[in-house]
């Protein structure tokens, strides 16, 4: 048993949280030029009506809400449903990144990165699931990152809430393929937006926005679980993940200024 891609995405109604830069506003264009129709949602709504601007009238929705907040994701689910009778996409992009390492190990900015990062995707998954599972139909696709595939320097609280996101992603796969439900993890390498703008090293195989958007398009179009990019970094991670420990840390320890 395969899960199923969405093969066109004109006329799909995808709801991208994280929409106001970086990859979610990437990702909300390419819907949009690609004819869907894209709710969009985050904290910044000046940002959002800026994205809604360039697409046909009624073809988005800015829906502004605080992924830490249930009650304002509930409403603006709520009001997508209302305005359109239902989802075909859920693209939980939205994210923060602190670094954080044991000599300063700030337990509020912990807080706030579990809360954004694993709390805001779980609480989209749980309002939209309903009614993809009455339906027997829909995408869930969540935005982690490589660096929750094992640990990695500098991110003592980032790290733990994308390895959450792989975890919630594989576990949700075997519930939701036998109903009809894709499930898509998404997990990035190294993507040039202000989040990564503060770092202070040469990031590897640094890709752009738009390259981000096509990967997690096109895998989302083959109907892909495992949507990672780009390989040749993504590839790289995944062979370490498998190393014995100790080889592992030294790697790391190698290619990582600490
Ligand atoms: N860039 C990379 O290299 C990279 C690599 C791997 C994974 N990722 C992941 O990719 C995702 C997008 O990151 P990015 O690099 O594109 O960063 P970004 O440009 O900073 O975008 C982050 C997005 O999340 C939204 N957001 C943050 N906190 C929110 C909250 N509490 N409620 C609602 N929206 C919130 C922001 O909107 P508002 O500020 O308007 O709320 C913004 O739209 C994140 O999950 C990140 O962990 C990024």
Same mark, same amino acid.
């Not at 339906?135 to 869930?140: D, Q, R």
């Not at 998404?186 to 738009?210: K, R």
């Not at 679980?225 to 995944?238: A, C, E, N, T, Y």
């Given at each position: ?7 066109? +995405?004109? @006329? ?10 970086? #990859?979610?506003?990437a990702c909300a264009k390419a819907f ?59 693209? +939980? %992009? ?25 709390? @805001? ?18 995408? #869930? ?17 980032? @790290? ?29 390498? +190294? %993507?040039?937006?202000? $989040?990564? $703008? ?36 993504? @590839? ?12 592992? +840390?030294? #790697?790391?320890?190698?290619? %990582?200024?600490?």
């Amino acid at each position: 048993m395969k899960q199923t891609g969405i093969a066109n +995405f004109a @006329g799909k109604r995808i709801w991208v949280i994280g929409a106001s830069s970086g #990859i979610g506003e990437a990702c909300a264009k390419a819907f949009i030029n690609q004819g869907a129709k894209v709710a969009l949602s985050s904290r910044r709504v000046e940002r959002l009506n800026a994205i809604a601007e360039h697409a046909k009238l009624a073809q988005t929705l800015v829906i502004p809400l605080d992924v830490t907040n249930r009650d304002q994701l509930t409403q603006g689910y709520q009001a997508l449903l209302k305005t359109w009778g239902g989802l075909d996409l859920l693209l +939980f %992009v939205s994210g923060i990144y602190v670094p954080l390492r044991a000599d300063d190990f700030e337990i509020n900015i912990a807080e706030q990165t579990i809360e954004a990062n694993l709390l @805001g995707p779980m609480r989209a998954v749980a309002l939209a699931l309903p009614e993809m599972l009455k339906a027997h139909s829909g995408h #869930i696709a969540i935005v982690g990152s490589v660096a929750g595939y094992s640990g990695l320097p500098k991110a003592l609280a980032y @790290g733990p809430s994308k390895a959450g996101i792989i975890n919630f992603c594989e576990t949700l796969y075997y519930d939701l393929l036998p109903q009809g439900i894709s499930v898509h993890m998404i997990s990035p390498g +190294f %993507v040039a937006t202000e $989040a990564t $703008a503060q770092n202070d090293f040469e990031m590897p195989a640094l890709i752009t926005t738009e390259e981000a958007a096509k990967e997690i398009l096109s895998g989302i179009q083959r109907g892909e679980f495992d949507i990672h990019f780009p390989k040749r970094f993504s @590839g790289f991670l995944k062979f370490l993940r498998i190393l014995p420990y100790p080889l592992y +840390f030294w #790697i790391v320890r190698r290619f %990582v200024k600490i």
